[in-house]
């Protein structure tokens, strides 16, 4: 197959494959890149991630068929990557890097097509300065997508040095690669929500409640004003109950009756099994959101305490959202399929 490559589309920075919706380094070697020319037999249009099948070459020019991941299909979607572009039998040419523990399957990164196109799984290179701007806003109400941020969702975790007996009994009964709830399509936690990458997440009013809702795992929970505890004998869920009041401007979320969960999928420190950190039903969280004018953002605040699995509280968690005029779409998870 013979490509007319243009200029390189490249990473836009808001969705960078570090920040994949299950982290990146775990699954996939950056250092080991590949170039993969072929074929495509299927696509998966799937979220929280995307599967593309390809009977490819590879810079050796061996012939074998590839199973390749990458963003969920809405993601792509927004950044020009359909999937009427990717039907089999298509030719194609990708780049991304090499699977830690399979020889033929990857993250791929970038396509590029016969006509001459280069897409990047994370939208096509942009003058931040030239986008179109998002009507101001007066509050926090509204669609907001996460600003970009060095956060990393793997490595070492500083409070898996703080657990307590249980908390270590959890994480060794815990298999980062099978028990996760995002393989099971669950809505997670009310944090990993809130840092999911590259997908909008939107606050609104309902009735004498707040709804804070993301698109990431069709994550929705009702804030309910003004109470002062929870009803009796409510249960204890993923995203748990959560109360609110006013601050002055400040809306504050507190939040408890979480089942146990996972905080972070993967803990990967060097020469140490892969771990995850886990949470009990001890779980506590506040939250604290602002809408900053200034900026036309919100800014999140939350602290996070778990007396049975950790002997001190977290640190501080923050982050902040810029105004967005894209649409909460269903992300229709479907469950991975394990190995």
Known sequence: MKLQVSTLAVLLGMTGVAQAHHSFAPHFDINKPVNLTGVITEFEQRNPHAYLHMRAQDADGRTAEWRCETHGVTQLTRNGITPDMLKPGTELRITGSQHRRDEHECFFDTAYFPDGR??????????????????????????WLLA????PTSGPQFMMDFLTDAGKAAVAKYDPFTMDPTYRCEPVGIRRGWFAPGTPMAIRKDGKNIVI?????????????????????????????????????????????????????????KGQPMRG??????????ERIQFDKASNRIKLAIETYDPLFF?????????????????IKPFGCMPEQLK
């Open 213 to 269: 809702a993301h698109e990431w795992m069709d994550i929705k929970r009702t804030v309910h004003m003004n109470e002062a505890a929870a009803p009796a004998n409510t249960a204890e869920t993923i995203l748990g109950y959560s109360r609110g009041h006013f601050d002055g401007n400040t809306l504050v979320v507190e939040t408890d009756h979480y089942r146990p969960g996972v905080i972070n999928q993967f803990v990967e420190v």
């Open 311 to 327: 002997t001190r509280d977290f640190p501080l968690g923050e982050a902040e959202f810029a105004a967005s005029d894209l649409e």
């Open 148 to 151: 970009p941020a060095n956060r």
């Open 118 to 143: 280069i897409l990047s799984v994370n939208g096509p290179r942009v003058d931040q300065t030239a986008l179109p701007k998002v009507a101001p806003r007066d509050s926090f109400y509204g669609v």
């Open 277 to 286: 950190q886990l949470h009990s039903n001890a779980l506590r969280t506040v």
